[in-house]
C-alpha cells in the first residue's frame, strides 16, 4: 500500500446520512434525537461539499507548494498528489466560523504533509531521525555560507557555523547521500564518458574470492600441523623442489620423502572435503 493510499483511508468520508434510515416503529416524530438526526445530517453533508469546493478553487496551490519541494530523486506527480492529499485534508478540517481565510491554514498542513512524506517515505537507507534532523541543519546553512565565503563549504566551516563536531557533520553528509538512490548501468553502455550517468561496470565472478576461501580452509587444516610438516609443504609447493632435492635438503631418503608428502597430503584433502 503506498503512502497517498495509506493517508487517504484516514480521511473522512462522505457523511451517513441519518435521515434515510427511518424511525423505529412506536417513536414519536416529533421525538428530539429524531429532530437532531434530520438537522446534522444535512448539515454534514453541506459541509463536505464546501470542503470538496476549496479542494477543487485551491489545487493551484498545492500544486506550486509540491515545486517548491521538488528534489533529486523524487517523482514530481508523487509529491503533487501528496501535496493535494494536504489540501483535502485542510479543506475538510477547516471552519470559516473561526475567522482566518483557508490558504493560511492550509500551507501548514500540506507543507506538513510534504515534510512527512520526504521524512519518512522517500529514503533509500532510512537514518535515525537524529541524524535527519542534522542533515536538515547542515543543508539549511551551506547556502548562507556559501554566499559569506564565496565558495562551497568545508566539512570544517560547517562545523564551527553549526557547532557541531566534523564528524557529525560528515555523517549528515552521508545521510544526505542515502536519500537518493544512484542508478547502476553496464560501462560499456557508450563510448562518450558524458552519456553514463555512473561509472560502474557490473562485477562477474572473481576467482579471487575463492583463492582467499581456499586458503583459510588451508590454514584451519593445517592448524595443527608440526613445523616439519609445513617446512615440508613450503619446500615442495613454494620453492617448487623436486622430492630428490627435498632429500637432499632434509638429509633422508627420496622415498621417504615420497611417504611423508602422501601422508600429509592425504590428511589434508580429507579435512578440506569435510
Known amino acids: 500500500m503506498t503512502y497517498v493510499q495509506q493517508q487517504q483511508d484516514i480521511l473522512p468520508t462522505t457523511p451517513f446520512d441519518l ?4 424511525t423505529p416503529s412506536g417513536t414519536p416524530t ?5 429532530s437532531q438526526r434530520r438537522t446534522v445530517a444535512p448539515l454534514a453533508a453541506v459541509m463536505t461539499r464546501t470542503a470538496g469546493k476549496l479542494a477543487i478553487e ?3 496551490v498545492a500544486d506550486a507548494l509540491a515545486r517548491r519541494f521538488r528534489c533529486a530523486g523524487h517523482d514530481p506527480d508523487d509529491l503533487r498528489q ?5 489540501l483535502v485534508k485542510a479543506a475538510h478540517r477547516y471552519r470559516e466560523s473561526l475567522g482566518h481565510g483557508f490558504v493560511p491554514y492550509a500551507v501548514p498542513t500540506i507543507t506538513g504533509e510534504l515534510k512527512r512524506y520526504l521524512r519518512d517515505q522517500s529514503w533509500v537507507v532510512r ?3 537524529g541524524l535527519q534532523e542534522l542533515r536538515l541543519k547542515v543543508n539549511a546553512l551551506r547556502p548562507k555560507l556559501a554566499q559569506e565565503l564565496g565558495h ?4 570544517a566551516e560547517l562545523s564551527t557555523a553549526a557547532g557541531i563536531s566534523a564528524s557529525d557533520v560528515a555523517e549528515a553528509q552521508i545521510a544526505d547521500a542515502a536519500m537518493v538512490g544512484r542508478p547502476v548501468e553496464h560501462g560499456d553502455i557508450s563510448d562518450n564518458p558524458e552519456e553514463r550517468r555512473i561509472t560502474v561496470i557490473l562485477g562477474s565472478k572473481d576467482p579471487g574470492y575463492e583463492r582467499v576461501e581456499q586458503l583459510d580452509d588451508l590454514a584451519e587444516a593445517l592448524s595443527d600441523a608440526s613445523n616439519a ?8 609447493f613454494v620453492d617448487e623442489m623436486t622430492q630428490t632435492e627435498i632429500a637432499h635438503e632434509l638429509g633422508v631418503s627420496q622415498m621417504q620423502v615420497s611417504r611423508l608428502l ?7 584433502r580429507r579435512r578440506m572435503a569435510a
Open 19 to 22: 435521515t434515510l434510515v427511518g
Open 30 to 34: 416529533t421525538s428530539p434525537m429524531v
Open 58 to 60: 485551491y489545487l493551484g
Open 82 to 86: 501528496v501535496a493535494r492529499l494536504g
Open 127 to 129: 537514518p535515525p531521525r
Open 152 to 155: 562551497d563549504p568545508s566539512t
Open 229 to 236: 610438516d609445513k617446512r615440508l609443504l613450503s619446500l615442495r
Open 262 to 268: 602422501g601422508r600429509l597430503l592425504g590428511r589434508l
